[in-house]
């Protein structure tokens, strides 16, 4: 049997069928995978998954601004084997939704689009199928087989990514390194554009056909043995236009030594990258950061030296680390090989932002160069 799910502009939701896929009678197997999970959410199914939670394998997806610590607290609270995916970069994140249930002669799937999360299951415009199959017929044993199969065997090929959910200890770390959030912070608001006029916007706010249910409130996240500094607090994301963008980071841009016996020059020279057409030479300095005070050194060897300072909101694979002070740096000879060449005048030195950059694990991601619309001496800079 099949049926097709339609959450909230019907009057249905996928918290009933998510309780009918574990509550199969002699159940052997669960799975879940989800994209984003929250404790709330997850909240909705603790009474069904907890007569079952030695049978049930869970895949969430982390690093993804919005799976909470307090979530994972709670698979482990209800004894589920929680496996936390970590695709290691904002632009390619773990996305399946899937509910699944197995005994010796059944099996039942709910798969769509339906996060764990209060708003996958009560209250978002969400749609699935429910499926149910005799697990007896071959071709369905085939089937499930299949399906069982390609799930578990991420945990074998992909150990670093693949994490096992283990204690309070590790989700403090991953907290800390950003990839878990607090629920019971709101997040930022981000917008979807931006417009001048506000009358040409009068769309009344969706009323929908099924409303969120009461759950407990998300307690605190485990608490870190010693508080670290905190970075500069988040901020609602500012209307921001793209100025620049690399090609693959190299260990130089990263500052990275080839070996013990090379120093890093501590800055990134800024080129042409990914941005085809624009004069190197002068674009950095004459149109990028135009806004901010340029000084030319005192010295009289360096006097075609100008140096500039910028605050730059680091985020780095979707961490945000704070406001940084960076330091640039423009050659304004003209009557130089390098500029009859046409080469890259100006860098960006990373000062005490090394520590952030400097790593393998940045390698052949991209840099992208964001400037505030409202304030050009107000930049983001992302790598991912």
Known sequence: MK???LQAVQAEDHLAPAKEVFGLPGLERAIISTAFMTASG??????VLTPIAAHTRLFVGIRNGITTVQSIQKALEIGCETYMVDTGSRTRIFHPKLYFSRNATRSKLLLGSANLTMGGLRTNIEASIMQDFDATVPDNITFLNDLEAKLNDMIVDYPEHVIRA????????????GRLLDERKARPP???G???DRSLDTVPRMVLKTSPISVAKPKAPPAPPVAPAAPAAMVARERLEQVWESNGLT???LNIPDGENTNPTGSMLLGVGAWEGIDQRHYFRDEVFAGLNWVADAAPRTAHIERSEASIRLIIKDVDYGVHTLQLSHNTKTDTAAYEQRNSMTSLHWGEA????????????VLRLFRATDDQTRFTLEID
Not at 42 to 47: G, K, M, N, R
Not at 166 to 177: E, I, K, P, R
Not at 358 to 363: M, Q, S, T
Request: aromatic share 2%; net charge negative; no cysteine.
């Open 354 to 365: 090394r520590q952030l950059v400097a790593h393998e694990d940045l390698l052949g991601r």
């Open 194 to 196: 931006a417009s001048v």
């Open 42 to 47: 997850l909240s909705l199914l603790q009474d």
């Open 251 to 253: 260990r130089r841009h």
């Open 166 to 177: 283990l204690d309070a200890d590790q989700l403090v770390s991953l907290q800390m390194s």
């Open 190 to 192: 981000e917008a979807a």
């Open 3 to 5: 049926r097709f799910l």
